[in-house]
């Protein structure tokens, strides 16, 4: 395949052309050079290997199919197709430049390149090597059987015309056509438009990154300022929680709505301390806005006196700002003292606030164990009088029966004896009377059932 100029008036267009090969055997005489016997030679080389059918087998089989062949002309083999590769590749990459930027120069050189790789393969190329064993090969193929890997040698060879001109071409080019080289300036041009290309990317990605740093080091920072206040209301929270071994008794022994009671205290303090600082900063903001508005009318006054001004003027404003320095210098002096004094008092304000809620806490759980106690107490005085009461009625039934038993006189056994004679044979007459008794019972009633049937 080459690259054809046409001309037609003021208008040019490259397009591409592959050669006829029944074109160029009817123009040219069959003429075969060392290049191409070499070419064909390797090709029936690589016919004779039948890749397709190596493929297919085992690895045993794979072992026993190459054993009979020669190491040296495989070797020999694999060189040439790594160079005819590299060769191909060198002329893809060139013509990929062509179709994108449309620029015939970036097709110089192909023939060349061509010229030189070939003349590299004779030097180095052994002619004998395997020219005995390949003389009755067949015809000449491509590599592989696949369209994507189909490469001929002499079609590849015939790349390299890139343009033929009317003049000097080689025999069998056509008419029209134009030859290109590639000198080292084109190389050049190449590589620094390449260089360029390559100098923008990177500075947009630099450009990129640095944003993305900027970005990431503001989070990291924004991220430090947060672990820095939750690590101080740590702090907080732990000299409010846990300050000796009580507190962590405490916490062991407390109940969930007290634990959460004292969680809400501390929240509120902390609330109230953080709304006290926001005033702060307001207050601060506020006082800077309005040095700044100051100091800019104080700016625009003397711009209009700039004319006027002298040196002396500005020897006396420095020594005035130097005493305002050394005024503000006290000022914040005083402040950090005051600040001090405060966090001090705040400090042992906090603690004794931390004592005297403890105080309270101890206060009021004493209270509700003294009120528990009370009850107890109470409850104890209500039993000991009911268990008076029950004394008071057992000493009464003990009295009594003290009395009974000093008034009473056993019997002797003989009297109870005749007693219990007496008991039994009253009682077996009672059962004999109450038997009288029933059967008289039944008779009158059934004198009373014959006097209702007469009746």
């Not at 040019?12 to 005489?29: C, D, F, H, M, V």
């Not at 061509?114 to 590599?143: D, E, F």
């Not at 080091?217 to 009580?246: C, G, P, S, V, W």
């Not at 009295?399 to 007496?422: F, G, H, I, M, T």
Request: hydrophobic letters at 35%; proline letters at 2%; glycine letters at 4%.
């Amino acid at each position: 395949m080459s690259i054809v100029q046409q001309s037609d008036g003021d208008f040019t267009a490259y397009a591409t052309q592959r050669p006829n090969s029944l074109e160029i055997r009817g123009k040219l005489p069959f003429q075969m050079n060392e290049g191409a016997v070499t070419d064909f030679t390797l090709e029936t080389f690589i016919n004779n290997l039948q890749l397709d059918l190596y493929r297919l087998m085992n690895e045993e089989a794979k072992d026993e199919y190459l054993e009979k062949y020669d190491a040296l002309d495989m070797f020999t083999a694999v060189q040439e197709i790594n160079r005819e590769l590299a060769i191909v590749k060198l002329e893809n990459h060139f013509l990929i430049d062509f179709l994108e930027r449309n620029d015939p120069k970036m097709l110089i050189g192909l023939k060349t390149r061509r010229i030189t790789a070939s003349a590299q393969r004779r030097t180095t190329t052994t002619s004998s090597v395997g020219s005995a064993r390949l003389s009755n090969a067949t015809p000449r193929r491509s590599i592989s059987s696949r369209p994507s890997e189909t490469v001929s040698m002499y079609n590849t060879s015939q790349s390299n015309y890139t343009g033929a001109s009317k003049k000097g071409g080689p025999p069998g080019m056509h008419s029209g056509q134009m030859e290109y080289r590639l000198n080292y300036k084109s190389k050049c041009d190449m590589a620094e438009k390449a260089t360029t290309e390559v100098e923008k990317r990177v500075n947009e990605i630099e450009s990129k990154a640095m944003q993305a740093i900027k970005l990431l080091n503001a989070r990291i920072e924004e991220l430090q300022f947060r672990y820095d206040e939750t690590d101080e209301t740590m702090k907080n929270f732990q000299l409010h929680f846990l300050k000796d071994e009580k507190d962590i008794v405490f916490l062991e022994t407390a109940g969930e709505k007290q634990i959460e009671r004292k969680f809400k205290k501390f929240i509120n303090n902390w609330l109230k301390n953080a709304r006290a600082l926001l005033s702060t900063m307001r207050l601060r903001i506020t006082a800077l806005h309005e040095n700044c508005q100051q100091l800019r009318s104080d700016l625009i006054t003397k711009s209009d006196l700039s004319g006027i001004l002298s040196a002396v003027d500005f020897e006396q404003l420095m020594i005035k700002r130097n005493e305002l320095l050394n005024s503000l210098d006290e000022k914040n002096a005083h402040m950090a003292g005051l600040k001090s004094v405060t966090g001090k008092a705040s400090l042992a304000m906090s603690e004794e606030k931390q004592i005297m809620m403890n105080i309270e806490e101890e206060s009021k759980s004493i209270a509700n164990k003294t009120v528990d106690v009370i009850k107890n107490v109470s409850q104890l005085e209500r039993e000991a009088k009911a268990v008076e009461e029950e004394n008071k009625k057992e000493l009464k039934i003990l009295q009594s029966l003290k009395e009974q038993l000093e008034r009473y006189q056993a019997p002797s056994v003989n009297q109870y004896v005749e007693k219990k004679d007496e008991l039994l044979m009253l009682e077996k007459e009672e059962k004999m009377l109450q038997r009288k008794i029933y059967i008289l019972n039944m008779k009158l009633n059934n004198v009373y059932k014959r006097c209702a049937k007469l009746q």
